[in-house]
């Protein structure tokens, strides 16, 4: 069985501008969550999908968004970019909220 | 508030000692789930173990092993006879609730301990 995929895993944007990943969960998972990983704040929750309605959400800002499809793929959005935002963003699937299943991340860095 | 606190930052051990790495919460619910998580250098988060707050019945699988104590709200995990392949850091997690079905916890990090075994 396939794991989570992250799309890119290596992406580097300058300040101002947008980015968008791409997240494909465990076939059968209907629940993706976004994480984003930074050697200060360490791994912070950014927003959960479960049937493309989002349920939870972290103390993030407005400018990261998120969506899920119809086939539980998602995607998360960054808008006018910053430096702070450089970090490893991660991706987890769940079946059934008895554990999550986490992807190899996307690398991003804003300079 | 929920708030994850691991105390060690670094722990750098010789194979084959013992290490326990320690991990302390704070949450005002009755119904919580716990987990420890490893990050590898590949970057990958690894499920380990999850634990849920009405069960305090220490759990061992190989050379790990955990003890969760309700009354000191510590979820400690120790790794028996170290090896260079348990080099990474360790995440505690805590989670309010789990959905009925088909659902996901947000989870509340601690920052991590870096563990080194040396050879």
């Known amino acids: 069985k396939a794991g989570v995929t992250q799309t890119p895993r290596y992406l580097i944007k300058t300040r101002g501008q947008q980015v968008t990943l791409s997240c494909s969960p465990i076939s059968g998972h209907r629940s993706v969550s976004w994480y984003q990983q930074t050697p200060g704040q360490g791994l912070q929750f950014l927003f959960e999908?479960?049937?493309?309605?989002?349920?939870n959400k972290g103390n993030f800002p407005g400018r990261f968004s998120g969506r899920q499809f119809s086939n539980s793929r998602s995607e998360m959005n960054v808008s006018t970019l910053e430096l702070g935002d450089s970090a490893l963003y991660l991706c987890?699937?769940?079946?059934?909220?008895?554990?999550?299943?986490f992807g190899p991340g996307t690398r991003l860095t804003v300079t | 508030a929920q708030k994850v606190t691991q105390a060690q930052t670094e722990i750098s051990v010789v194979e084959k000692e013992d290490v326990t790495l320690d991990c302390v919460y704070e949450?005002?619910?009755?119904?919580?789930?716990l987990f420890w998580y490893k990050q590898p250098p590949s970057g990958e988060l690894v499920f380990l173990i999850r634990r849920n707050s009405f069960d305090e019945q220490n759990e061992i699988s190989g050379r790990y092993s955990w003890n969760f104590q309700k009354s000191t709200s510590s979820f400690n995990f120790t790794i028996t006879a170290s090896q260079v392949v348990d080099s990474a850091v360790y995440f505690c997690a805590l989670s309010e609730a789990i959905e009925a079905q088909g659902g996901s916890e947000k989870l509340v990090f601690g920052k991590g301990t870096k563990l080194t075994v040396n050879p």
């Open positions: 987890a699937s769940s079946l059934a909220g008895w554990e999550q299943y």
């Open positions: 949450t005002r619910d009755t119904t919580y789930y």
């Open positions: 999908y479960f049937s493309e309605t989002q349920r």
